[in-house]
């Protein structure tokens, strides 16, 4: 596959097919000490975001107090536990996400919007700074109506914030959560693993005054 194909979302009939088989996931968070995988308390939400390369935006959650676990996986595409390599090659239609499970009496859901709008520039499209193609395109993935109101409501505010700073319009999709495929056992926490690993990942500088 061409590198302007992995600019492009496949069909589902053209995406890759995949496998039954998970992949294997931790049974704790390397920083954390919880779970990865639900069930997860019931006062916990979740919402998964896609905003670039996976490693630096679950560093930017797990530090955050309030929430409960992290992880990294493959969503809002169309093949079936699909390979880090497969994911790259544009085949899969899936984007690079971070499922984060919170505690809204701790961290309100418009603080973690904060952190996810001002921690990547959501106007870039397929592409997150140097990491260009498919599964770096931003993606917030709500798990019931008041966070999809809350993600709307903070889009338009952020984008009038970036509209007054010069940058074009966001491209972030904004749906229901799907399912998440578990990427491999090497990506989850990578940066606490590998501190000086690459992250990719930069702001606009923008602040999204959500309230």
Sequence with gaps: ?????????????????????????????????????????KTLET???????????????WQTNG??????????????????EEVCSGGTGHTEVVLVAFDAH????????????????????????????????????VSNDEQRQAAVHSKTSFQEALGAAGYGLISTEIAAQ?????????HQQYLAKVPNGYCGLGGTGVSCGVP
């Excluded at 069909?11 to 088989?21: F, K, N, Q, V, Y």
């Excluded at 929430?67 to 595409?77: I, L, Q, R, S, W």
């Excluded at 709008?117 to 193609?133: A, L, S, Y």
Aim: include cysteine; glycine fraction near 10%.
């Design 67 to 84: 929430v409960y676990t992290t992880a990294v996986g493959y969503a809002g595409g169309y093949t079936a536990n699909p390979t880090y």
């Design 106 to 141: 701790i961290v309100a859901f418009t603080e973690i919007l904060r952190l996810f709008w001002e921690g990547h520039d959501p106007t870039q499209g397929m592409r997150q700074g140097n990491d260009m193609g498919t599964q770096y395109r931003s993606a917030i993935y």
């Design 1 to 41: 596959m061409g590198f302007a194909a992995k600019l492009e979302m496949p069909s589902a009939e053209s995406a890759l097919p995949g496998r039954e088989d998970n992949v294997p996931v931790p049974a704790q968070h390397f920083v954390l000490g919880r779970p990865l995988q639900p069930p997860f308390p």
């Design 47 to 61: 919402v998964q975001f896609g905003m670039g390369c996976f490693w630096g935006a679950e560093r930017i959650f």
């Design 178 to 186: 799907v399912e998440m495929f578990y990427a491999e056992h090497y």
